[in-house]
């Protein structure tokens, strides 16, 4: 089967997610016009990865203004504006969704008619789809130049196709560098709590036919120290006009590993994940999600009652411990406050 | 309940085994007097921790050696040899295991009647783990000393009294600290693959009344970062004459990362687990362990067939990495060989 993985669609009027709390052992999709059952998708991580987060929340309002019963221009309104709250409530850290919601909301804004701007609506949560597919692409191709000589990747979490909608993020990259020929290996962390690098990403690899060994997190810095580990690459959740990166918890620590051990550690992201309202990574707000992630599996319990828990969904390294970020707009090694003010340009 | 935990006990000339493998929910005990039901038992974890496998490794001699059945002394001799042979082949890392068994090895050597052997082999086997017990409250008392300030104390994996049959050696500094009315918190690491620190330490924590959370091991990076780590203690399954440290997997990654963030790096072990006889950690063999250890977590399966896993259990802080080397003579911070010396002296 060589179809792309479809994690969010737009198919009869009908928001359509591929339910990756399921995988890999289940393909079952949600299919809804209603933005409730979105933000419950994005709530348990049924769809996640900022850009295909965004995705979805586009379509969500997109079949809220397909679907709209009432009457006159102001009820329309207000139930768009009533949907974009709620999904802007369903994570506080992928930059991606508010950047949707914003292009969402600026259609009603200065919609005039209930006709237009269903329409407006929905051909803009198509086009951003359409434009994250583009973006995958030129992203993957300019980040497949970081790896001319090769060698073992390691990727955190998932930034694959899964994550995007498109082709993928850091995840397009190695692909796009093994479609090339260039000699690739991929060492894949399962990312605990929601082993997204076991279940998804490992996935992804196997339906690629790429070469990959899967390792508990805990075993990068080991592997690094060996030799194993020639790059590290990952997607973001939100990146801070100086470059501090928000991404999958344990990112932080892959990137401290990598630049002890003189490995390059690079960041993929659309540039709709960069938020330049922010100067660093100290204003990035990391959501903490739930005990029961930690302390159950599949519905197996794991850790007795009573035990206190973390969960921080993400983490930030700081940009010095990024040696390049890669956008659709190009390569950008340090100086990201410039590079990403020359590429609004 | 204020019993200590016992993870292996000697009992009615039965070596008695609490199987770890199904704690914090099962407490169920392994009673045997065969050599072969240790030897799996270690194999499996069910007994685990440097020196709590060397008190399994000694009670299954002892056991061996009280139900001889055969005749002659040369009849008894091969047989220990065996016994001891067996449970060498058992796990290859622990230092301690090799050390019981050369001290009983020795008895062997020396003995002249099946009698006296018999005896002197329960004997020998008795007071190595008596000798941990007194071992492990130096250990702890000593230890106790390092964090007088208080704080934030992460630890990884399970270094308590269920990895050594007395009161612990990192868990055991901890517990120490805490008993005498230091302010500190743990941050304890679930552990991947085998969760020794959500299932293990968690329990012990819990028993003990020490306030703990529990975090994944992609966390700790983070939580350094965030100032919410003050010192970082390991037990050790084998230290090198130069201080280089084998033990859980990810302790290599905690090592690096606390030095990173300026947090005193202590490892707490006995003597016993020191191996004068390599000079440093590349001759220390890094046992390989199944790939299903990874590709399942609480016995559910969360990886699909196919994928190549990596599982080697342990890692190796260099001792560079390393701000002190807890022991029961002592205190080393650096210079690590001449400090062993001297403590052997």
Same mark, same amino acid.
């Given at each position: 089967?060589?179809?792309? %993985?479809?994690?969010?669609?737009?198919?009869?009027?009908?928001?359509v997610i591929l339910d990756q709390t399921l995988l890999p052992f289940r393909e079952e999709y949600i299919k809804t016009?209603?933005?409730?059952?979105?933000?419950?998708?994005?709530?348990?991580?049924?769809?996640r990865g900022a850009p295909a987060i965004g995705i979805a929340a586009a379509y969500a309002v997109a079949a809220g203004a397909h679907?709209?019963?009432?009457r006159?221009? %102001?009820?329309?309104?207000?139930?768009?504006?009533?949907?974009?709250?709620?999904?802007?409530?369903?994570?506080?850290?992928?930059?991606?969704?508010?950047?949707?919601?914003?292009?969402?909301?600026?259609?009603?804004?200065?919609?005039?008619?209930?006709?237009?701007m269903r329409r407006a609506l929905v051909n803009e949560a198509q086009q951003i789809h359409e434009?994250?597919?583009?973006?995958?692409?030129?992203?993957?191709?300019?980040?497949?130049?970081?790896?001319?000589?090769?060698?073992?990747?390691?990727?955190?979490?998932?930034?694959?196709? %899964?994550?995007?909608?498109?082709?993928?993020?850091?995840?397009?990259?190695?692909k796009q560098a093994y479609a090339e020929g260039k000699a690739i290996t991929v060492i894949a962390t399962e990312t605990r709590p929601l082993l997204q690098g076991a279940r998804l990403t490992a996935f992804e690899l196997q339906k690629a036919g790429i070469p990959f060994t899967l390792i508990t997190d805990s075993m990068a810095g080991s592997f690094m120290r060996q030799g194993k580990i020639q790059a590290v690459i990952t997607g973001a959740d939100r990146i801070a006009s100086n470059g501090d990166t928000a991404n999958k918890i344990?990112?932080?620590?892959?990137?401290? %590993?990598?630049?002890?051990?003189?490995?390059?550690?690079?960041v993929a992201a659309p540039m709709s994940t960069v938020d330049?309202?922010?100067?660093?990574?100290?204003?990035?707000?990391i959501e903490e999600r739930p005990a029961d992630e930690v302390t159950t599996l599949g519905g197996t319990r794991i850790v007795k009652r009573g035990v206190k828990v973390a969960n921080p969904a993400f983490d930030m390294p700081p940009h010095e411990y990024i040696t390049a970020i890669v956008t659709e707009n190009g390569i950008m090694r340090g100086e990201y406050e410039k590079g990403f003010a020359k590429s609004r340009q």
């Open positions: 089967m060589k179809a792309e %993985l479809k994690p969010v669609e737009w198919k009869n009027n009908l928001v016009s209603d933005y409730r059952e979105v933000v419950s998708a994005i709530r348990r991580l049924a769809v679907n709209f019963q009432g006159g221009v %102001l009820s329309f309104i207000k139930n768009i504006y009533r949907i974009i709250q709620a999904l802007a409530d369903s994570r506080p850290t992928a930059r991606n969704l508010f950047w949707v919601l914003e292009r969402l909301q600026k259609i009603v804004n200065e919609g005039q008619t209930v006709a237009d434009e994250q597919i583009v973006t995958d692409r030129y992203i993957s191709q300019l980040g497949a130049k970081l790896f001319e000589r090769g060698g073992a990747i390691l990727t955190h979490c998932n930034a694959g196709a %899964l994550a995007t909608g498109g082709f993928g993020t850091a995840l397009g990259v190695i344990g990112t932080y620590s892959l990137a401290v %590993l990598a630049k002890e051990h003189g490995i390059p550690f690079y330049l309202s922010i100067a660093s990574g100290q204003d990035i707000i």
